[in-house]
């Protein structure tokens, strides 16, 4: 399974100088198995930078599934600006964690309400199609796909993807306790044995006290858990929108010194940046 990232950024889009070698668009993720769809996480500011030309070389229909985190603007704002939603005959099929009140279908359409987006999501020419989740399992194509929910501020899920041999975790916003000293059972579920954990890493400790309830998790704490969950390799990801390139070349080589038992290797995960699973 090849894994490209298309957005790595957390909360808000900030490009700037000092970020352009890890980019500065939000959460969007996408997983490519040859002859199949792709699977989509997040929909970030990254989406529309997806090259949707691989699988439609005979001018087929776009066709994929989307598996998002939660519906914070930093995961789900790219969507209405995917070029493929506004052709007709494309089918997206859209996972998304069970709200606390309405449908997941009535959170996306408020989205798009006029005067936030022009176009109502009735008037959208793909045919979208929500799925709600909380703790599932289901097969997409030949995938089987795991659903958990995930610490965070409001209904918030992550995903297990199994597929082509390879298998993934993706949980990206990630309330970590207090005391950043214990994972959640679900979400070490999530992770066990994965060959790649893609993981937030928002904060460093230092920065941690003074935001420690505003959703997110430290570097330090998302090598914790690829450790207790024995992932192989783990890609920092959700990064800072403040962080600079250099900064976070210096927080990687740190991480680097901490990894201890069945993982592997840590890095973070920059625009463009692809990976073999
Ligand atoms: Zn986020
Ligand atoms: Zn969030």
Redesign the pocket.
């Known amino acids: 399974m090849r894994v490209t990232f298309l957005g790595v950024r ?2 808000f889009p900030c490009p700037s100088p000092t970020n352009r070698r890890y980019g500065g668009n ?2 969007a993720v996408a997983l490519h198995v040859a002859g199949e769809p792709p699977i989509l996480l997040d929909l970030g500011t990254g989406l529309p930078r997806l090259d949707v030309s691989e699988g439609r070389e005979d001018g087929r229909p776009f066709r994929a599934t989307a598996l998002v985190t939660h519906l ?1 603007l ?2 789900v704002q790219g969507l209405p600006f995917f070029p493929p939603v506004h052709e007709r005959g494309t089918e997206l099929d859209v996972y998304g964690p069970r709200q606390d009140a309405g449908s997941l279908r009535d959170a996306f359409a408020r989205l798009v309400d006029p005067p936030y987006f022009p176009v109502p999501l009735d008037d959208i020419l793909g045919d979208l199609r929500f799925h709600e989740v909380c703790d599932d399992e289901f097969p997409i194509g030949r995938a089987t796909v795991t659903v958990r929910p995930v610490p965070h501020l409001g209904p918030t899920v992550g995903y297990r993807i199994s597929w082509d041999g390879g298998t993934l975790a993706y949980v ?2 990630h309330q970590a306790p207090p005391g950043l000293d214990e994972v959640d059972e679900a979400v070490l579920e999530l992770c066990d044995g994965v060959d790649l954990l893609i993981h937030e890493g928002q904060y460093t400790p230092r920065e941690f006290p003074a935001k420690a309830d505003w959703g997110h998790s430290t570097i330090d704490y998302a090598l914790r858990v690829a450790t207790e969950a024995g992932a192989r390799r783990l890609c920092l990801f ?1 990064h800072d929108p403040w962080r600079s390139d250099d900064d976070l070349d210096a927080l990687v080589v740190e991480a680097r010194s901490a990894i201890r038992g069945a993982t592997e290797e840590v890095m973070a995960a920059a625009e463009g940046m692809t990976l073999t699973v």
């Open positions: 957390g909360s939000t959460a914070h930093d995961h990206s916003d959700h």
